[in-house]
């Protein structure tokens, strides 16, 4: 435990570096510790850490957790990377789930907390998990600021510490693109035995065919994949690879024109990413009667029903 965070890693192999130095510091920490923010844990450039330990020492009164300032281009995407270190608000985004009255939610992979807030504002009973520790504690103080009650863990995605069907709802969002094959795999089959029978999964993915990751591909020349980059996939692979581990698969457009880009954030957007903010916004709205733009789309949410053994006593089949 530290400060009341639940760390639950183990030795094996990580998904990427900040689980092993989130396990390592967690097992020699103490109250005094010199860095109570766990800095070192969170992924910060050093450019950045440089700056932000500065901020964090002069003890000003922010209007945002200063951790949460510099973790905003690499937890929201690069169309956020002008508001590092000058973010003024917590851009919490639209949850595009229905409201719920205690419904048990996991977000994995939650970082600072972004989405677990939203949920949480929606009704949900959230419980956030991410390897982390300094995203997480991020997490407790933001929580703490906005008068909501997450629970948050320090855990990795392919063994969740929870019993099997304890949970309602799963929602990841920017995490398992960045998984390999075996580790994706690994992931939803915990995804599928933690959910409860009838409980769903909803999970942004990008798409092979998106404008912005064709961009992306091309870059680097539509080699595979290495260690944290971003894997993108056909809505084929991902409906094959969904049903087979959680359950029946729908997709529908999270955003076109890049990863990451939220509609209830577009008065911190500049001018042209205003303007595509509003033509995504119109894309993924025509989507809905025209639901093969969702192929063309950079970001869909990927939307699964648990599977319901025809084993499960006085259970009928569902989706």
Same mark, same amino acid.
């Given at each position: 435990?530290?400060?009341? !965070?639940?760390?639950?890693?183990?030795?094996?192999?990580?998904?990427?570096?900040?689980?092993?130095?989130?396990?390592?510091?967690?097992?020699?920490?103490?109250?005094?510790?010199?860095?109570?923010?766990?800095?070192?844990?969170?992924? !910060?450039?050093?450019?950045?850490?440089?700056?932000?330990?500065?901020?964090?020492?002069?003890?000003?009164?922010?209007? @945002?957790?200063?951790?949460?300032?510099?973790?905003?281009?690499?937890t929201n995407g690069i169309a956020y990377r002008h508001l590092i270190g000058r973010l003024r608000e917590y851009p919490?985004?639209?949850?595009?789930?229905?409201?719920?009255?205690?419904?048990?939610?996991?977000?994995?992979?939650?970082?600072?907390?972004?989405?677990?807030?939203?949920?949480?504002?929606?009704?949900?009973?959230?419980?956030?998990?991410?390897?982390?520790?300094?995203?997480?504690?991020?997490?407790?103080?933001?929580?703490?600021?906005?008068?909501?009650?997450?629970?948050?863990?320090?855990?990795?995605?392919?063994?969740?510490?929870?019993?099997?069907?304890?949970?309602?709802?799963?929602?990841?969002?920017? @995490?398992?693109?960045?998984?390999?094959?075996?580790?994706?795999?690994?992931?939803?089959?915990?995804?599928?035995?933690?959910?409860?029978?009838?409980?769903?999964?909803? !999970?942004?993915m990008p798409t092979s065919f998106g404008l912005r990751c064709i961009y992306h591909q091309a870059r680097r020349r539509?080699?595979?994949?290495?260690?944290?980059?971003?894997?993108?996939?056909?809505?084929?692979?991902?409906?094959?690879?969904?049903?087979?581990?959680?359950?029946?698969?729908?997709?529908?457009?999270?955003?076109f024109f890049g990863i990451g880009l939220q509609a209830a954030d577009i008065r911190l957007m500049p001018l042209v990413?205003?303007?595509?903010?509003?033509?995504?916004?119109?894309?993924?709205?025509?989507?809905?009667?025209?639901?093969?733009?969702?192929?063309?789309?950079?970001?869909?949410?990927?939307?699964?029903?648990? @599977? !319901?053994?025809?084993?499960?006593?006085?259970?009928?089949?569902?989706?």
């Amino acid at each position: 435990m530290v400060n009341d !965070i639940p760390v639950l890693l183990d030795d094996g192999p990580q998904t990427m570096w900040l689980a092993g130095r989130s396990l390592e510091r967690a097992e020699h920490w103490s109250a005094d510790a010199e860095d109570p923010y766990f800095l070192d844990t969170t992924g !910060i450039s050093e450019r950045e850490l440089f700056e932000l330990k500065g901020r964090i020492a002069r003890e000003s009164q922010e209007s @945002v957790d200063p951790v949460v300032s510099f973790l905003i281009g690499a937890t929201n995407g690069i169309a956020y990377r002008h508001l590092i270190g000058r973010l003024r608000e917590y851009p919490i985004p639209e949850l595009r789930l229905p409201p719920a009255d205690g419904l048990v939610l996991l977000d994995v992979g939650c970082n600072w907390g972004r989405w677990s807030m939203a949920a949480a504002r929606a009704g949900y009973t959230v419980i956030g998990i991410d390897p982390s520790l300094g995203a997480v504690l991020a997490a407790k103080r933001v929580a703490r600021r906005l008068g909501l009650n997450p629970t948050f863990v320090v855990g990795d995605a392919r063994s969740l510490p929870f019993r099997a069907e304890s949970v309602d709802v799963v929602f990841s969002y920017s @995490v398992l693109q960045h998984f390999s094959g075996s580790d994706a795999v690994a992931a939803l089959k915990e995804v599928g035995r933690v959910l409860q029978a009838g409980g769903r999964s909803f !999970i942004q993915m990008p798409t092979s065919f998106g404008l912005r990751c064709i961009y992306h591909q091309a870059r680097r020349r539509f080699r595979q994949a290495r260690d944290f980059e971003i894997r993108y996939r056909s809505l084929p692979a991902l409906r094959q690879l969904f049903t087979a581990h959680v359950g029946r698969t729908t997709f529908s457009v999270d955003c076109f024109f890049g990863i990451g880009l939220q509609a209830a954030d577009i008065r911190l957007m500049p001018l042209v990413l205003r303007m595509a903010i509003r033509t995504s916004e119109l894309l993924r709205k025509s989507s809905r009667v025209l639901p093969g733009l969702c192929y063309f789309a950079d970001s869909v949410y990927v939307e699964s029903a648990r @599977v !319901i053994s025809d084993a499960s006593p006085g259970i009928a089949r569902g989706d």
